[in-house]
């Protein structure tokens, strides 16, 4: 076992220091349906992610201060603001990835900190912005480390595994991209073999980081679509890093807006986006009307937007 491949960047929150090099390269042709168990004693009333007014920054450079964000169970969530105004730095401490600086961040109440490595990839799967991929690394062997989580000693690869892979990247899309190396494909496809990682996974929640960087529009909304399914279909909580707001507003259950560290309005897209919150949380005038095709709010961004609000 090599300790020194890393997977993706930062991938000690999804217990991924230490992939084997070769994870079966082998994919099963029978695709399942995967759905995502409760933890031992996990309740279904218990919000089980949840930042309690932490302190997040870098090198001393605070980011958020006092900030609270309750993720509710089985929901698809979806996080808006504006470039550097602390979505990212959010996930990844939600993700263990950042530790805070005060407060805390629980899961399954308790301090995310206080599980190894891998207990807490076995339940909450990350995807973030940036992706390195080992050199020359197969499609299926980089889906296929998906599972190191669910490897023990007494525990090796199973039929479970491949068959968690063979639907992961039946879901995505790239299975005809199984034997091809990695570095071979465009930036759209490497995004889906890194998202069909993380579902190879099996994490009942999924938090993704601006999931349809790269992707065409097409894509997009099959990634998006995707995201739904596995909420609505397998219970999985999923939380998304959203640029598009029409997107946001289209497949989120529940909406975190936030702005210059601190969240300005969280709820239901119906019951909290207007006009004048879209102008506070990205100083953009808009008009707010139905989307014909969901109901959902839609932006419509003002002509005179490039001329300076009114």
Same mark, same amino acid.
């Given at each position: 076992?090599?300790?020194?491949?890393?997977?993706?960047?930062?991938?000690d929150a999804a217990g991924l220091d230490d992939v084997p090099e070769q994870a079966n390269p082998t994919v099963a042709h029978? $695709?399942?349906?995967?759905e995502a168990a409760d933890p031992p004693g996990a309740r279904a009333d218990l919000v089980r992610l949840r930042a309690d007014r932490v302190r997040l920054g870098y090198r001393g450079r605070t980011i958020s201060d006092e900030l609270s964000v309750q993720i509710?169970?089985?929901t698809?969530?979806?996080?808006?603001?504006?470039?550097a105004?602390?979505?990212s730095t959010l996930l990844r401490a939600l993700a263990r990835l950042l530790a805070p600086e005060a407060g805390s961040v629980l899961l399954d109440g308790k301090a995310i900190g206080s599980y190894p490595a891998k207990e807490v990839a076995r339940r909450v799967g990350l995807l973030p912005q940036t992706s390195t991929a080992p050199d020359g690394i197969r499609v299926a062997d980089l889906v296929a480390r998906g599972r190191y989580p669910h490897q023990t000693l007494l525990r090796q690869w199973s039929q479970a595994d491949e068959d968690a892979v063979t639907a992961a990247m039946a879901a995505t899309g $790239?299975?005809?991209l199984s034997a091809r190396s990695v570095d071979e494909l465009s930036g759209g496809q490497r995004q889906r073999v890194w998202i069909a990682m993380v579902l190879a996974q099996e994490t009942p929640i999924v938090l993704l980081?601006?999931?349809t960087t790269y992707l065409d529009i097409a894509h997009q909304i099959q990634l998006l679509d995707?995201?739904?399914?596995?909420n609505r279909d397998s219970g999985r909580t999923v939380v998304a890093v959203l640029h598009d707001l029409n997107h946001a507003f289209r497949y989120a259950d529940h909406l975190i807006a936030m702005r210059d560290g601190r969240v300005v309005a969280a709820g239901a897209p119906r019951e909290i986006v207007t006009a004048e919150l879209v102008r506070e949380v990205f100083a953009l005038g808009c008009r707010i009307i139905d989307d014909p095709e969901t109901g959902a709010p839609l932006v419509i961004p003002l002509a005179e937007n490039a001329a300076g609000l009114h």
């Open positions: 076992m090599n300790e020194n491949l890393s997977v993706r960047a930062d991938s029978a $695709v399942r349906s995967a509710p169970d089985g698809f969530t979806v996080i808006i603001g504006p470039n105004c602390g979505k $790239v299975t005809d980081d601006e999931p995707l995201c739904r399914t596995l």
